[in-house]
């Protein structure tokens, strides 16, 4: 009798256990609100018709918001003074569109709402929380959605802002939890203590589709393993009326031209070389050689990796970093020196580097050494600044050096990104 009393016992604390398990699970899950029901991967079952997802769409965000590229260092006129929520004008209908995700969580993506004159000072309450993709993971890689998947959020009055949340790891394989940590658009409710790392999403509008793009770094800013590459869950909105959407501050336009001239066509830019310069360039187009030819420096094994370069200290190649990110997202390095400029200046040393890609320069360095005084530039007779419009510049330090970033925006639209 006493076996038997403690065997159900036994029971009755295993079930009272499986009991408050399930009911902690099921708490956790009514924290949000649900948009409707999902498959057991996380993908909704309320997706309407897809989109078409372009390559040449996907092309213009992967120039904007490469992998493993930091925005706050290549493209800080994203996050500086542009919005971060959607801000609607007079009444809309919204869509939420996934497009990718460069993450290795299982993350999940809801938003909130609040009325745009009066945002409130702390992070909704999850159940103000509405979830739009329990699984926000691309097919194939831990979850079921594929690009163009899309949802219709409602339709919104005017003077409604609408603000994105990402749990970061929130799906738990059957549900949805609170995950790692939970992130907002809106800066201030995010957890880090520095205010210039609370920001964890990017709004960009492209020009050619009217599309608001969102990327999301789903990293804590303050951690080591954060790359700062906001492209962990790309998504994008579609608004209807698109007038309804305040743009204002948004950059506006997706980076299309991703071409800099290259560093071989390098040049001293200042009043008495410029003749110098125009005859070099002029024997060039004579001789057929205007161009660096890309193709055939890949053909003939002329590109190397950086740190394949030179170990003598006495030559300015050596300073030129050991490793880039570039070069380890499918990018060459080629070097592209223009030696003649140590005849046509007074430069003792120069050496280029220019990162291809299809073919194509993305992006280039060029390094010039002087004796006896510093090389005197100015921006203002920068032949790049000729028609061009000065988005932004500030100064920033790289390994104990000063130097100055600029952003422009060519005649073309085509923006171009300079350290100096």
Known sequence: MHIRKHTLMMKFYRLLLTTLVAVAASNAMAQFQYMGTFDGGGKPNYLVTPDVVTQDFVDRIANSLPEYISVPLTKPEYLANSPSDLHLLQAADVWVTYVSEGASFRNVLGYYTYPTNNPPLTAPAHSNVKIIFPNASNNGFGGGLNPGDKVFLGNFPAGTSIGWVLIADGWNGSGVDLGRWILYSTPAYNPESDPNLKRHNVQILDTLTSRLVIGFEDRRRDSADCDNDFNDLIFYLTVNPFSAVDTTGIPGSIDTSGTPGGGNNGGLESERMGDKVIKRDFNRIKQGTRRFDYVNAIANSKVKDVAQRTNNVNTIGYYFPNTNALVET???????????????????????????????PRATVLGIETRGRAYSHTKSICDRFRGAQLLSRDSIRINGFNFVRFTLRQPDGAIEYAIA
């Open 330 to 360: 499918g990018f060459s390095a080629v070097n592209v020196t223009p030696t003649d400029l140590v005849g046509l200046t007074a430069a003792v040393d120069v050496y280029s580097t220019d990162f291809i890609k299809t073919g194509k």
